[in-house]
C-alpha cells in the first residue's frame, strides 16, 4: 500500500506557474516509478509526465513538453511536477500515482504514453484552474 498526497494546486493566469508536489509514505520497499494525470471535466484521464527511481525514463505528453518539468527525490518520497507558461487547456483535476512495476519507465525510453492500467495507487487529487 502507498499513500499519496498532493498538494500545490491553485489558480493562476495564462502564463503563470504553479508547482505541483507529491509526498509518498506508508510504503515498504522502493517506489520504482511516479506519475503525473490529469482530469478535465467530460475528458479522460490522461498522463501527463511520469518518472523513474533515479531520475530515469522521463515521459512528458506533447502538450506539455517544454513548459512541465518532472523531479523526483528523497529516493522518490517527492515527486515534485513544475509547471510553468500554463494555458487554459492545462486546466484540470491533477492526480498523482505510483507505478510499482516500473512499467513507466519503458514508457518513457519509448516515448509512449503512460497508461491508467499500469499505476495501482492515487492520490485525492488536486485542482489547477488557469484562465485567460
Known amino acids: 500500500q502507498v499513500h499519496l498526497v498532493e498538494s500545490g494546486g491553485g489558480s493562476v493566469q495564462a502564463g503563470g506557474s504553479l508547482r505541483l508536489s507529491c509526498a509518498a509514505s506508508?510504503?515498504?520497499?522502493?517506489?520504482?516509478?511516479m506519475g503525473w494525470f490529469r482530469q478535465a471535466p467530460g475528458k479522460e484521464r490522461e498522463g501527463v509526465a511520469s518518472?523513474?527511481?533515479?531520475?530515469?525514463?522521463?515521459y512528458y505528453t506533447d502538450s506539455v513538453k517544454g513548459r512541465f518539468t518532472i523531479s523526483e527525490d528523497n529516493g522518490m518520497n517527492t515527486v515534485t511536477l513544475q509547471m510553468n507558461n500554463l494555458k487554459p487547456e492545462d486546466t484540470g483535476i491533477y492526480y498523482c500515482?505510483?507505478?510499482?512495476?516500473?512499467?513507466?519507465?519503458?514508457?518513457?525510453?519509448?516515448?509512449?504514453?503512460?497508461?491508467?492500467?499500469?499505476?495501482?495507487?492515487w492520490g485525492q487529487g488536486t485542482q489547477v484552474n488557469v484562465s485567460l
Open positions: 500515482a505510483a507505478d510499482p512495476g516500473g512499467q513507466c519507465i519503458l514508457s518513457g525510453h519509448r516515448n509512449a504514453a503512460i497508461s491508467t492500467k499500469d499505476f495501482s495507487f
Open positions: 518518472i523513474g527511481s533515479g531520475d530515469v525514463g522521463r
Open positions: 506508508e510504503y515498504q520497499g522502493r517506489l520504482i516509478c
